[in-house]
């Protein structure tokens, strides 16, 4: 009777140019354990420049190669269909004159954004008012409620995305990650169905 080997494929990688990728590169693998180390080297392909920036590795491809590779064994796939290899190219440090002018060009946007929104929904006069409804005395500039709430409105948007740098207030995801997920999530099943050479797509790249 055949051994079963059971194999997971990976949904993301990542990896450089001109590497020989493994079968352990793409996918888990469930075996004895001597089989499972030779079948952990088993080469699946190889990264080319013509690949360009991805690579959809199918699990349909891997077991029939796996199959006339291993005649004796049983595979068996469990999980994602497929792999999606990102050939990372060679990075350069950034450039501190840019990141400061990309940091500098967001200061200012994002200032503006928020002034331009407090001057729409006249909040000077809100507070004003609202100084005169606590006080009885008419001030142009409460500043014992512009302070803290421009403070407020600071940590507001700190626990709102639920990072201080790098550090994390709490497990739960910030809103930003969700949408950045869920645009990964999408992108990712963009790639799978038009960069997958089994798929009949009628699309030339």
């Known amino acids: 009777m055949s051994e079963i080997v059971y194999l997971r494929m990976k949904k993301n990688v990542s990896m450089t140019y001109l590497k ?13 354990s001597p089989l499972q180390q030779e079948l952990e080297k088993t080469p699946i392909y190889r990264l080319t420049k013509k690949d360009r920036n991805v ?18 064994l049983e595979f068996q796939l469990v999980g994602p269909s497929h ?20 940091w500098l060009l967001l200061f200012i946007g994002t200032a503006m954004t928020i002034m331009n929104f407090h001057y729409d929904v006249s909040m000077q006069e809100v507070q004003q008012k609202l100084h005169y409804m606590l006080t009885g005395d008419e001030n142009q500039y409460p500043l ?4 803290p709430y421009s403070f407020g409105l600071g940590i507001g948007m700190l626990l709102f995305f639920n990072h201080w740098f790098r550090k994390r207030f709490n ?3 910030s809103p930003l990650e969700v949408e950045i997920f869920n645009y990964q999530q999408n992108m990712d099943h963009y790639l799978s169905y038009y960069e997958n050479k089994l798929n009949d797509t009628g699309r030339s790249h």
């Open 171 to 173: 497990e739960e995801p």
């Open 83 to 102: 792999t999606i290899i990102r050939i990372q190219q060679h990075k350069k440090k950034p450039n501190v004159l840019v990141v400061a002018f990309v």
């Open 144 to 147: 014992w409620i512009q302070i």
């Open 55 to 72: 690579v959809i590795v199918d699990s349909f491809l891997v077991i029939d190669y796996l199959n006339k590779t291993y005649s004796n």
């Open 20 to 32: 020989q990728v493994m079968l352990k590169d793409i996918a888990n693998i469930s075996a004895s």
